[in-house]
């Protein structure tokens, strides 16, 4: 098991910026970006296969890039214009997300 571990999660205004990163202690080649806003399912945002094969959710499309360091094992999602509909903890797993994997998750709150 290759432990996930969240960070960069905050509070910032709508049309602000994060960026969150997800360190592993290994590399692992499929890794994807998920959140869960309250009372809601926990959906996948954006995935990243090998060194630059992505794909986003509709509603982050445009607005979120997911990237990666090998050199680090850690992958990134940076976040723009960021609305409260985005609001929700946000977690890193394997893509598929794999249950051993869950972490935490890291907190992002959008609000004026």
């Not at 309250?38 to 509709?58: C, H, M, Q």
């Not at 940076?78 to 903890?89: F, G, H, R, W, Y």
């Amino acid at each position: 098991q290759v432990p996930l571990v969240e960070s960069g999660g905050g509070l910032v205004q709508p049309g602000g910026s994060l960026r969150l990163s997800c360190a592993a202690s290994g590399s692992i080649f499929g890794m994807g970006w998920y959140r869960q806003a309250p009372g809601k399912a926990r959906e996948l945002v954006a995935w990243i296969r090998g060194p630059d094969f992505t794909n986003y959710s509709d509603s982050v499309k445009g607005r979120f890039t997911i990237s990666r360091s090998y050199g680090k094992n850690t992958v990134y999602l940076q976040m723009n214009s960021l609305k409260p509909e985005d609001t929700a903890v946000y977690y890193c797993n394997k893509h598929p997300p794999d249950a051993l994997y869950w972490g935490q998750g890291t907190q992002v709150t959008v609000s004026s």
